[in-house]
């Protein structure tokens, strides 16, 4: 398309279909900046700094786990265990310090690993025995929610607790590592460093090397990335096994919180990273997983749920506001695009823009891979 034809599709954009295109791009950033300013001048409180650091610290432990499942999401699939994994990082925390009174940093380490374990035993079932994922692992899910109830015998492990064995368990979260979440360096918590550190180097990471085009290269086409060279199989392997490490920080950041080995903890973590994750959709039109999307789904949930308490909301409701949330951000993503892509195949068919919105566009065809991930 030259210079000429964009201006003429331009000028033949009726009204109300640029405003629907700009509700798409924008709609829940403007959602959500309306929300902060409402909330801000009908609640006492919410429109603080420590509000808002509150905010990303109580969004860290899923959000750090919904970057992992966003990964996983650019390749095409979703990992459904990243809730799982995050609970069996808390309870193998507390079996390291309180059962066998480990160090800190030697329990952040096993948590990492077997984090790690998780996410290569999902990619060998997905990737080489070609299970379909989203069996694969909620098969994982529910075999890590049984092995860790039966780590700590279907009990919360805390200090000074009697076993089954009648052993009296002496050990207790080191001071080091209940900092992560506990302690602050200019007022704001290491944990959210630690998000927004998590969050930007997966951004710069998915739209500024190579290697991240071709995540999402294997996503957009696997086949044709295939045929243009790429190792999809070490891609997808590398994304469950990232995601695992990730739902493991997720963990240890949740158990620097309770200080205990709660057996339910994480269970709330999946519903939670699937809603940041497709939420991400729609940030800027996007329509494809990306951590920026995915940051601002966190932010744009906590805020709602922060406000919504802070206003008196029943905890319990929690899980119906992430649901009409989840819904609103798929309307927003799904309908009012289709909407815009079949207006703009009526108007110029030949020259649709197959991956518009944000970060980089992805290429679905063998020579364009090729181009773009080796030259």
Same mark, same amino acid.
């Given at each position: 398309?030259?210079?000429?034809?964009?201006?003429?599709?331009?000028?033949?954009?009726?009204?109300?279909?640029?405003?629907?295109?700009?509700?798409?791009?924008?709609?829940?950033?403007?959602?959500?900046?309306?929300?902060?300013?409402?909330?801000?001048?009908?609640?006492?409180?919410?429109?603080?700094?420590?509000?808002?650091?509150?905010?990303?610290?109580?969004?860290?432990?899923?959000?750090?786990?919904?970057?992992?499942?966003?990964?996983?999401?650019?390749?095409?699939?979703?990992?459904?265990?990243?809730?799982?994994?995050?609970?069996?990082?808390?309870?193998?925390?507390?079996?390291?310090?309180?059962?066998?009174?480990?160090?800190?940093?030697?329990?952040?380490?096993?948590? =990492?690993?077997?984090?790690?374990?998780?996410?290569?035993?999902?990619?060998?079932?997905?990737?080489?025995?070609?299970?379909?994922?989203?069996?694969?692992?909620?098969?994982?899910?529910?075999?890590?929610?049984?092995?860790?109830?039966?780590?700590?015998?279907?009990?919360?492990?805390?200090?000074?607790?009697?076993?089954?064995?009648?052993?009296?368990?002496?050990?207790?979260?080191?001071?080091?590592?209940?900092?992560?979440?506990?302690?602050?360096?200019?007022?704001?918590?290491?944990?959210?460093?630690?998000?927004?550190?998590?969050?930007?180097?997966?951004?710069?990471?998915?739209?500024?090397?190579?290697?991240?085009?071709?995540?999402?290269?294997?996503?957009?086409?696997?086949?044709?990335?295939?045929?243009?060279?790429?190792?999809?199989?070490?891609?997808?392997?590398?994304?469950?096994?990232?995601?695992?490490?990730?739902?493991?920080?997720?963990?240890?950041? =949740?158990?620097?919180?309770?200080?205990?080995?709660?057996?339910?903890?994480?269970?709330?973590?999946?519903?939670?990273?699937?809603?940041?994750?497709?939420?991400?959709?729609?940030?800027?039109?996007?329509?494809?997983?990306?951590?920026?999307?995915?940051?601002?789904?966190?932010?744009?949930?906590?805020?709602?749920?922060?406000?919504?308490?802070?206003?008196?909301?029943?905890?319990?409701?929690?899980?119906?506001?992430?649901? =009409?949330?989840?819904?609103?951000?798929? =309307?927003?993503?799904?309908?009012?695009?289709?909407?815009?892509?079949?207006?703009?195949?009526?108007?110029?068919?030949?020259?649709?823009?197959?991956?518009?919105?944000?970060?980089?566009?992805?290429?679905?065809?063998?020579?364009?891979?090729?181009?773009?991930?080796?030259?």
């Amino acid at each position: 398309m030259n210079l000429r034809d964009s201006t003429s599709t331009a000028r033949r954009t009726p009204l109300p279909a640029a405003l629907g295109d700009f509700v798409v791009r924008y709609g829940i950033i403007l959602v959500g900046v309306t929300l902060y300013i409402a909330f801000s001048a009908t609640t006492t409180g919410f429109g603080t700094w420590d509000n808002t650091v509150s905010i990303l610290q109580i969004q860290a432990v899923a959000a750090i786990a919904a970057l992992g499942m966003t990964l996983t999401a650019i390749v095409g699939d979703l990992d459904l265990s990243v809730g799982a994994v995050t609970g069996l990082s808390v309870t193998v925390a507390a079996e390291a310090m309180i059962h066998y009174e480990l160090t800190g940093p030697s329990a952040i380490v096993i948590c =990492l690993l077997v984090g790690l374990l998780v996410g290569c035993v999902n990619a060998t079932l997905v990737v080489f025995l070609n299970i379909p994922p989203l069996l694969a692992t909620l098969g994982t899910m529910f075999t890590i929610q049984g092995l860790k109830r039966w780590l700590v015998d279907g009990q919360t492990l805390t200090t000074g607790m009697k076993l089954g064995d009648g052993t009296v368990v002496k050990g207790r979260f080191t001071d080091d590592f209940t900092a992560i979440d506990g302690d602050k360096l200019f007022g704001i918590p290491y944990s959210v460093y630690l998000f927004l550190v998590i969050a930007l180097l997966l951004w710069v990471f998915l739209q500024r090397t190579r290697h991240g085009r071709v995540f999402y290269a294997v996503g957009g086409n696997e086949e044709a990335a295939r045929l243009a060279g790429t190792r999809v199989k070490r891609y997808k392997f590398a994304a469950y096994a990232i995601s695992g490490v990730l739902a493991a920080t997720a963990g240890i950041i =949740l158990a620097s919180r309770l200080r205990q080995g709660d057996v339910t903890a994480g269970d709330s973590s999946l519903l939670d990273a699937v809603a940041m994750t497709l939420v991400g959709y729609a940030v800027l039109g996007a329509k494809k997983p990306n951590a920026l999307g995915t940051f601002v789904g966190a932010v744009f949930i906590g805020l709602i749920l922060q406000g919504l308490t802070m206003r008196g909301l029943p905890y319990y409701t929690q899980d119906l506001i992430k649901g =009409l949330v989840l819904i609103f951000a798929l =309307l927003m993503s799904f309908s009012l695009r289709r909407g815009r892509r079949r207006r703009a195949a009526a108007a110029t068919p030949a020259s649709a823009d197959p991956n518009p919105g944000s970060g980089p566009e992805v290429p679905t065809t063998a020579p364009a891979i090729a181009e773009r991930t080796h030259g």
